[in-house]
Nanobody, 126 residues
Framework: QVHLVESGGGSVQAGGSLRLSCAGS????????MGWFRQAPGKEREGVAA????????DYADSVKGRFTISRDNAANTVYLQMNSLKPEATAMYFC???????????????????WGQGTQVTVSS
């Protein structure tokens, strides 16, 4: 059964760091992209970072460039999001997602992704 499970969320003060993990089933890891998204209350879901599964290409939202790093361990079917220098505006539910069969569309566009995890909450206090 296809699944994605996020972990690693929590509460941290501004300037701190968190590392999110997302474990996926094998079927997902034969796809194309893995992405991290976030959604704050009352706001639309936005793309944070994405990585190709079969090469080292990545993409980041401008708001997180230089502070967040997406990485993956294909042997463990896991994708990570290292978040440094966190700001209060990063407070949101964070989701990982898998694109298994899309061949077009921006990497950070939620509509491109086929499978989603249940989310993990990140809270950054000032």
């Amino acid at each position: 059964q296809v699944h994605l499970v996020e972990s690693g969320g929590g509460s941290v003060q501004a300037g701190g760091s968190l590392r999110l993990s997302c474990a996926g089933s094998r079927e997902i890891w034969s796809g194309r992209l893995m992405g991290w998204f976030r959604q704050a209350p009352g706001k639309e879901r936005e793309g944070v970072a994405a990585t190709a599964i079969l090469n080292d290409n990545t993409d980041y939202a401008d708001s997180v460039k230089g502070r967040f790093t997406i990485s993956r361990d294909n042997a463990a079917n896991t994708v990570y999001l290292q978040m440094n220098s966190l700001k209060p505006e990063a407070t949101a539910m964070y989701f990982c997602a898998a694109d298994v069969d899309s061949y077009s569309g921006p990497w950070l566009w939620p509509g491109r992704y086929d499978y989603w995890g249940q989310g993990t909450q990140v809270t950054v206090s000032s």
